[in-house]
């Protein structure tokens, strides 16, 4: 299904071209839980923390990946609204080929400092071991990781957002086989529910790609669109690079907070995994619906409608507010029952998740007004100041949680630090929005 950004009703259609992009984000979220609870269910509370501490790394090293892609979409889209047809190509040529050898890069890289990656994540010695053999598998599946969400860009920027749907959905279920497959039928522990994630992901990849060559013939290129073009190369780096900055610090401090909660051992390690499994369910309606708004307005932008990009703006602030409140009464009335999912015998467990799901998930809306000012700096070729309010916002986090942890709140420091950092780059956000994008942009 494509829906047209540029014309009709303004909420409607970003509603419906959003809608694929929470359900893919959904099934991505879904896939990767189902390997918290198989290994949580069969391996136990060791190799939950190990898959937890595995995931927050491998979190941080897809932002890259994704940053790059999102920033490259936005000038996709830019030259989509614009009719401009041969540089769109182009651009999709000079774009695939930078990010595929950064991917192959950060691979290398990966497997090459693993053991440095293990210590400076003070992965406590009892699971390092099982995590290092869950990486060495999960890290195989990087440029599987870039190339799907390459032509899930490419595929949005034609305003069509079901496609990378249906590969994210045969991803999922083919994920959630091969995991109990692999852990709960052949006994293969960790390395099995590793493995699953990997075949799933190049599946889904191998979809996208074959699809996108097939049948949009605006999207086709290959080596005669891959001209030197100096300055659309230049724009393309630059909203790429500061995107992924973006993406990256963003989940760099979730890392550092990562290492600060191994500090308390696995009960607390296993708890926090659960938790931000369940958080990115909450996370995700508000982070897709904010990718939305980004196409929306850099599709408008490009068509010269700046009006309707103003009232998109609008309507996406009033739709944000209410599924933020929506989803907070969800997650706190409902916090140790979710817990449970994960790990129903163990209590302490159940009990540090549920505080760390209290304390953060009163505060959602705080997280959906900061997506949306993402998206909006992003759109409009102004990545730097997405980039600033994520050094506030993870900066603020990381620091406090250090502070507070010292403190007699313990790990309820950490969870306090969360919507403390979301508060005060919401803001700047405002600041910025009115004194600077205002202005200059919109």
Known sequence: MTVSLTEGKITKNLVLFSIPLILGNLLQTLYNTADSIIVGRFLGQQALAAVGSAY??????????????????????????????????????????????????????????????????????????????????????????????????????????????????????????????????????????????????????VFLLSYTAIKKIDARFGLKNLSFDRALLSEISRISIITSAQQSVMNFGILLVQGLVNSFGTVTMAAFSAGVKID?????????????????????????????????????????????????????????????????????????????????GSFYILIGFLFMFYAIFRSLKMPSVSLVLTIISLGLRVILAYMLSKTALLSDGIWISIPLGWAIADTAGILFFFFKCRKKAL
């Open 56 to 205: 927050s790394l491998m979190t941080f090293i897809s932002s890259i990946l994704i940053g790059l892609t999102l920033g490259s979409g936005i000038v996709f889209s830019y030259l989509h609204g614009s009719g401009e047809k041969e540089k769109y190509k182009r651009a999709l040529a000079l774009s695939f080929s930078f990010i595929f050898i950064l991917s192959l890069l950060i691979t290398a890289i990966c497997y090459a400092f693993i053991d440095q990656i293990l210590t400076f994540q003070q992965v406590p010695f009892e699971i390092r071991e099982m995590m290092k053999e869950y990486l060495l598998v999960i890290f195989s599946g990087i440029i599987a990781t870039f190339i799907f969400n390459f032509y899930s860009t490419v595929l949005r920027s034609l305003s069509e957002s079901t496609i990378p749907l249906a590969a994210m959905a045969i991803s999922a279920v083919m994920n959630v086989a091969l995991d109990l497959y692999f852990v709960a039928s052949l006994g293969w522990g960790i390395w099995g529910a590793a493995f699953a994630t990997v075949i799933s992901q190049y599946l889904s990849a």
């Open 280 to 360: 990115s369910f909450a996370y995700l309606l508000l982070q897709e619906f904010s990718n939305a708004l980004s196409f929306f307005i850099s599709q408008n932008m490009g068509a010269g409608k700046k009006d309707r990009a103003r009232k998109g703006i609008l309507s996406a602030a009033v739709l944000i507010s209410v599924f933020s409140l929506l989803s907070s009464i969800v997650i706190v009335r409902n916090s140790q029952l979710f817990a449970s999912l994960f790990i129903s015998s163990n209590h302490a467990v159940i009990e540090i998740c549920s505080r760390y799901l209290l304390l953060e």
